[in-house]
């Protein structure tokens, strides 16, 4: 949980940011086939504070909508240009420090293994499971 929080902290300047992050890359995640509510459900929103994020975000012009090619009552949302800049420049200054820190503070063999773990952790982290009551 440490690295998780440190990792969010340097991806970003505050919560509110770090919101906007984890929307924009769901979007970034479902490519064209972003909607609200293939959204919501990803992130785990209720569609009215979805709604509120996607017109943050559009505002910020980090989004387009666009109607559904064969829905045209179906919302379709991409990353814009400014939209893809922001997002990787949060992930280029995440993936900045934990490169760094990795090198400051851990010996070649230790970083071997972490890397090595990291499929095994994708693993975890996709795997269905059953929650606790």
């Known amino acids: 949980m440490g690295v ?42 209720r569609s009215s504070n979805l709604a509120a994020m996607l017109r943050s975000l559009e505002a910020r012009r980090l989004i ?20 893809r800049k922001w997002l990787d420049d949060s992930r280029a200054r995440r993936d900045r420090w934990l ?12 970083r071997g293994l972490l890397i090595e773990a990291g499929p095994l952790l994708e693993r975890i ?3 269905p499971g059953t929650r606790r009551a």
Do not use: F, N
């Open 4 to 45: 998780s929080r440190r990792l969010r902290r340097e991806a970003t300047a505050d919560d509110r940011s770090w919101a906007r992050l984890l929307v924009l890359g769901a979007i970034d995640r479902h490519g064209g086939s972003a909607t609200p509510s293939v959204l919501a459900v990803d992130q785990g929103m």
């Open 99 to 110: 490169a760094e820190s990795m090198a400051a503070c851990l010996t070649a063999k230790q």
């Open 125 to 127: 982290a996709a795997c």
């Open 64 to 83: 387009v909508r666009t109607p559904d090619d064969e829905d045209r009552r179906k919302v379709r949302i991409r990353l814009s240009p400014l939209g």
